[in-house]
């Protein structure tokens, strides 16, 4: 992707997942917003996209960020919601028995005390392979791929979900559910 298709999914992902009130929107409980009110309120605020970005960035994204509605009218982000406009009803799925999680070292002792916490999102986000989590991880610094006992925490009764785009959701991961860590 370009840099400017770059740009505008990072725009997307703090206005749909974050902060729609910056441009002057409102996402239903599920996170819907009408594409054609999201372009015209982002113009107003300096950032004009046009109609063929949006869907060139919503095509290739390559983590599937963005999910367009069936009549094409809609856009939402698939997971990773932090606004309390939206209260996404995700169907609960039975997840392998392992799932990953990634972080930068800096943050592992306080995992190891309180496991692995939503904070400001709704969810903690997990996945079905260790290379996407290393690369959120280098985020912040050093990376740490913690491996997540998925199939015991649902096993105990943990319910955990699949957004659209793939990545597993749970609401917290306790300490005892997190394999021993290499340090």
Request: charge should be positive; glycine fraction near 8%; proline fraction near 5%.
């Amino acid at each position: 992707m370009d840099t400017e298709l770059i740009k505008i999914s990072k725009f997307l992902s703090y206005i749909l997942r974050h902060h729609p009130e910056s441009i002057g929107i409102t996402l239903d409980g599920d996170g819907w917003a009408d594409i054609n009110t999201l372009l015209f309120q982002a113009a107003l605020h300096g950032r004009t996209i046009s109609r063929e970005q949006l869907f060139q960035v919503i095509a290739e994204n390559n983590k599937k960020r963005f999910t367009l509605s069936p009549c094409g009218g809609r856009i939402r982000a698939a997971q990773g919601h932090s606004t309390a406009q939206v209260s996404l009803r995700h169907t609960a799925a039975v997840p392998p028995k392992y799932l990953y999680h990634g972080t930068a070292k800096q943050f592992i002792p306080s995992i190891r005390k309180q496991g692995l916490l939503a904070g400001s999102r709704h969810h903690v986000h997990l996945s079905h392979d260790a290379e996407t989590p290393r690369q959120v991880g280098q985020r912040h610094g050093k990376a740490v791929v913690l491996t997540v006992r998925a199939g015991a925490m649902h096993a105990a009764g943990m319910p955990f979900y699949l957004s659209d785009n793939g990545v597993w959701l749970v609401k917290y991961v306790p300490p005892l559910f997190l394999q021993p860590f290499d340090d």
